[in-house]
């Protein structure tokens, strides 16, 4: 197993890099809390324009053909640059014969059921132990939350419907969640790393006695843990990336949950701390860093917490 990245995948990561850099700063992401459901669909048509929804799709189907591994990759961008929307069910939509612009999905295993970014959804892919169908965002009798995250909208299913388009049956929609938890974690492990940009940017700026503040020991530390617990989810996070792609070099399910706990772990921790070492300002809404740690409370919680994987992780080294 080999995680040095190929000259193509570096030219893929640094070509969604230039996309969010350029469409996606942090002050236009922040505008779209006001859009429906938190998605510009010009913006999102660039993302699919560029690739980022056909990634996996066969060339002979007019999309990229690579794996998973790659597409981690772009998610680990996508999330450092804290792009909203439903990224991961669009991204996965494709594999089960939807081709809509903008697609959602419901866990539809968990309790309560909640479904995200519905006001901006073409279709929502239901993933129940039994299989996948899509259904129409109208057949839904929804009540809105008050979101954690201003970026992530999200609506309680107080009835799910029967019937919709059958996609797959237990096997595609094993598929589904096991590629949902890595490509979360992706999305995790890029929220980790930009909380700890963002800490270092500002204890290297922030002045106290005289002093930047990084160079107190007690921010020191706090930022090599941060570091230290971002490079380990990116470890986990890639190998189970590898391991989906081929099974043959180990357990892809506890390899997922390992990597989605790490990742969780990661961008939940290291959000809190980059708002301990902004200090006060870190409360304050006008501070971006807040913005990461409710982002990954949001994904944390998405496809089995920290504790759900645990317990997997666990059971499968029984």
């Not at 909640?114 to 996948?132: K, N, P, R």
């Not at 503040?213 to 843990?225: R, T, W, Y």
């Not at 998405?302 to 059971?315: K, L, M, Y």
Request: net charge negative; hydrophobic share 45%.
């Amino acid at each position: 197993m080999r995680f040095e990245l190929t000259s193509d995948q570096v030219d893929l990561v640094d070509g969604v890099r230039k996309l969010t850099q350029g469409r996606f700063p942090v002050s236009r992401v922040r505008q779209l809390a006001d859009a429906p459901g938190a998605v510009d669909r010009p913006l999102w048509r660039e993302l699919a324009e560029f690739g980022l929804f056909s990634l996996r799709v066969p060339e002979a189907d007019g999309g990229s053909g690579l794996g998973l591994a790659d597409a981690v990759l772009a998610f680990e961008v996508l999330g450092h640059a804290l792009v909203p929307g439903p990224l991961v069910a669009t991204h996965l939509a494709p594999s089960a014969g939807v081709r809509d612009e903008v697609v959602g999905a419901i866990d539809a295993t968990t309790s309560p059921l909640v479904v995200e970014h519905l006001d901006a959804l073409d279709t929502i892919v239901v993933v129940a132990s039994d299989g996948l169908r899509a259904i129409e965002p109208g057949a839904l009798d929804t009540t809105e939350l008050v979101a954690t995250d201003p970026l992530t909208a999200v609506h309680r299913v107080d009835r799910l419907p029967d019937g919709g388009d059958a996609l797959g049956g237990p096997d595609a929609a094993a598929q589904w969640r096991i590629e949902s938890e890595c490509l979360t974690a992706a999305l995790l492990l890029g929220i980790a790393q930009t909380a700890l940009d963002m800490s270092v940017a500002y204890a290297k700026e922030r002045q106290q006695f005289g002093r930047p503040i990084g160079s107190f020991q007690a921010v020191k530390h706090m930022l090599a843990d941060m570091l230290v617990r971002t490079e380990l989810a990116r470890s986990s996070v890639y190998a189970a990336a590898v391991t989906v792609d081929d099974p043959e070099v180990g357990d892809p399910a506890r390899a997922v949950a390992g990597a989605k706990l790490l990742a969780g772990r990661a961008a939940t921790t290291n959000g809190s701390e980059g708002v301990q070492v902004h200090g006060g300002m870190g409360f304050t809404w006008e501070v971006d860093v807040h913005l990461a740690l409710k982002r990954a409370w949001v994904l944390d919680a998405a496809w089995g917490n920290e504790d759900a994987h645990a317990e997997s992780v666990a059971a499968r080294l029984v």
